[in-house]
Nanobody, 122 residues
């Protein structure tokens, strides 16, 4: 199983960027998909998550500005980032709780994608 993140880049404060993250491999099911970020010199922090039924959760710092969504048929999650702030700068990581079949038993674990850089200029 692999998670491939794409998107990000450079934007001015107030602008928008979008990220996507696609899971591939021998996937039985995906429960939660989400995003974390890590700013230079800081710990990785939660940004947003979405479960298979569509319920979303956001960090207070991004609530009202970021939108997470997913396409279950494509095993992909998206993060639309609007009204970007300088403090949104960091490396963004996608994560997913993915179940694979071990024999006849589905076993779930978290998988992380490679980070993608988001830089917001003030």
């Amino acid at each position: 199983v692999q998670l491939q993140a794409s998107g990000g880049g450079l934007a001015q404060a107030g602008g928008s960027l979008s990220l996507s993250c696609a899971a591939s491999g021998s996937i039985f099911s995906i429960n939660v998909m989400g995003w974390y970020r890590q700013a230079p010199g800081k710990q990785r922090e939660f940004v947003a998550s979405i479960i298979s039924g569509g319920t979303t959760l956001y960090a207070d710092s991004v609530k009202g500005r970021f939108i997470i969504s997913r396409d279950n048929a494509k095993n992909t999650t998206y993060l639309q980032m609007n009204k970007l702030k300088f403090e949104d700068t960091g490396v963004y990581y996608c994560v997913a709780a993915i179940a694979t079949m071990i024999g006849s038993t589905p076993m779930a674990q978290d998988y992380w994608g490679q980070g993608t850089q988001v830089t917001v200029s003030s």
